[in-house]
């Protein structure tokens, strides 16, 4: 008996794990269509504004490195970077000056446009979650929903 009830559990996990997979990949293709394109092309642009001068090269790397996340975030989660220096605070201070600020501006704009359906809501959500990375991008880093709640840190999208 107690073998049989292991074994159901053990298929509802999976089953679980299966469904959220699938909605997870539903969100990011209607995410794709309505916000993660144009968020995408914005970050693009960012790094590429940001490669422009050989100085500011890792903030570049940062932007490519969040518009991958911004045009699929649905299932990945963002994690302090466990070899982030106090020199990341002060590149912080920097990009909020020069680049964050209408990243976030963006993603609160798109996030106020999102909500006013109810399809959108979720993705409305998504978009503010994705505000705090927009300004602070050093020093964080974005891995897989499964490995951060392994770590126990991190904050789903």
Request: charged share 5%.
């Given at each position: 008996?107690?073998?049989?009830v292991v074994a159901?559990?053990?298929?509802?996990?999976?089953?679980?794990?299966?469904?959220?997979?699938?909605?997870?990949?539903?969100?990011?293709?209607?995410?794709?269509?309505?916000?993660?394109?144009?968020?995408?092309?914005?970050?693009?642009?960012?790094?590429?504004?940001?490669?422009?001068?050989?100085?500011?090269?890792?903030?570049?790397?940062?932007?490519?490195?969040?518009?991958?996340?911004?045009?699929?975030?649905?299932?990945?989660?963002?994690?302090?970077?466990?070899?982030?220096?106090?020199?990341?605070?002060?590149?912080?201070?920097?990009?909020?000056?020069f680049i964050g600020?209408?990243?976030?501006?963006?993603?609160?704009?798109?996030?106020?446009?999102?909500?006013?359906?109810?399809?959108?809501?979720?993705?409305?959500?998504?978009?503010?979650?994705?505000?705090?990375?927009?300004?602070?991008?050093?020093?964080?880093?974005?891995?897989?929903?499964?490995?951060?709640r392994a770590m126990?840190?991190?904050?789903?999208?």
């Amino acid at each position: 008996m107690a073998v049989a009830v292991v074994a159901a559990a053990i298929v509802v996990a999976a089953s679980s794990h299966a469904l959220g997979t699938q909605m997870r990949t539903i969100l990011n293709i209607i995410w794709v269509v309505f916000a993660g394109f144009w968020l995408w092309l914005t970050y693009l642009l960012a790094g590429v504004i940001a490669c422009v001068f050989i100085v500011t090269i890792p903030w570049g790397v940062a932007a490519f490195r969040m518009a991958n996340y911004a045009l699929w975030p649905f299932g990945r989660t963002i994690v302090p970077k466990a070899t982030a220096s106090p020199v990341s605070a002060l590149g912080n201070i920097i990009w909020i000056v020069f680049i964050g600020w209408w990243l976030a501006l963006g993603h609160l704009v798109t996030a106020i446009a999102q909500a006013a359906t109810i399809i959108g809501i979720p993705l409305a959500i998504a978009n503010v979650k994705l505000i705090p990375v927009s300004l602070v991008p050093l020093g964080k880093e974005i891995v897989p929903v499964d490995s951060a709640r392994a770590m126990g840190a991190g904050w789903t999208v």
